[in-house]
T-cell receptor, first 113, second 114 residues
Framework: QQPVQSPQAVILREGEDAVINCSSSKALYSVHWYRQKHGEAPVFLMILLKGGEQKGHDKISASFNEKKQQSSLYLTASQLSYSGTYFC??????????????FGQGTTLQVKP | DVKVTQSSRYLVKRTGEKVFLECVQD?????MFWYRQDPGLGLRLIYF???????EKGDIPEGYSVSREKKERFSLILESASTNQTSMYLC?????????????FGPGTRLTVT
């Protein structure tokens, strides 16, 4: 039931765009996105609740397609500071009301000058 | 600022030792979690707690136990450490239930079992 992220790794030049996908085989209640820089703790980016919403701040946005049970994270005009490993965390429909997340395996993003 | 602290950043233990990893949060959060992080496998949930003295198994609880005697403190226990438990361990807390938002992570404990 671990969600599957794709791609596993991506290398970009500054200013290029990237899309990271997160797919689940179970019906989703919410999708959370986190970024972890090397040697640091994961940091929350955003949460998307079921209903097919899209969110964003600055040049990082995300969408949630409830029917496809899939979320995508969009990074536009990437900056060096975007480098890190991105994780999606999923809450399933019908799961206990604990905020428990099941995380994907991660996507490593490297932005080069 | 929300703060989640873990007792050690680095720990080296011998096979068969009993190991305690401590996590403390200062924001009165209800729910706390223990994950282990391994390359290519992401963050896998070991145990979580939704109230004092209440706990629930995650996806990989074998070889671990937990204790939550006070709201702010959640301990992970390796009863008899083995080399396959060498990993990064992350603790997290969240204010409430489903869809309630951000999990706050501690800095992690890198445990090596020799």
């Amino acid at each position: 039931q671990q969600p599957v992220q794709s791609p596993q790794a991506v290398i970009l030049r500054e200013g290029e765009d990237a899309v990271i996908n997160c797919s689940s085989s179970k019906a989703l209640y919410s999708v959370h996105w986190y970024r972890q820089k090397h040697g640091e703790a994961p940091v929350f980016l955003m949460i998307l609740l079921k209903g097919g919403e899209q969110k964003g701040h600055d040049k990082i946005s995300a969408s949630f397609n409830e029917k496809k049970q899939q979320s995508s994270l969009y990074l536009t005009a990437s900056q060096l500071s975007y480098s890190g490993t991105y994780f999606c965390g999923t809450e399933f429909n019908g799961s206990s009301n604990t905020g428990k997340l099941i995380f994907g395996q991660g996507t490593t993003l490297q932005v080069k000058p | 600022d929300v703060k989640v602290t873990q007792s050690s950043r680095y720990l080296v233990k011998r096979t068969g030792e009993k190991v305690f990893l401590e996590c403390v949060q200062d924001m009165d959060h209800e729910n706390m979690f223990w994950y282990r992080q391994d390359p290519g496998l992401g963050l896998r949930l070991i145990y979580f707690s939704y109230d004092v003295k209440m706990k629930e198994k995650g996806d990989i609880p074998e070889g671990y136990s937990v204790s939550r005697e006070k709201k702010e403190r959640f301990s992970l226990i390796l009863e008899s450490a083995s080399t396959n438990q060498t990993s990064m361990y992350l603790c997290a807390s969240i204010i409430g239930g489903a869809g309630s938002g951000e999990q706050y992570f501690g800095p992690g404990t890198r445990l090596t079992v020799t």
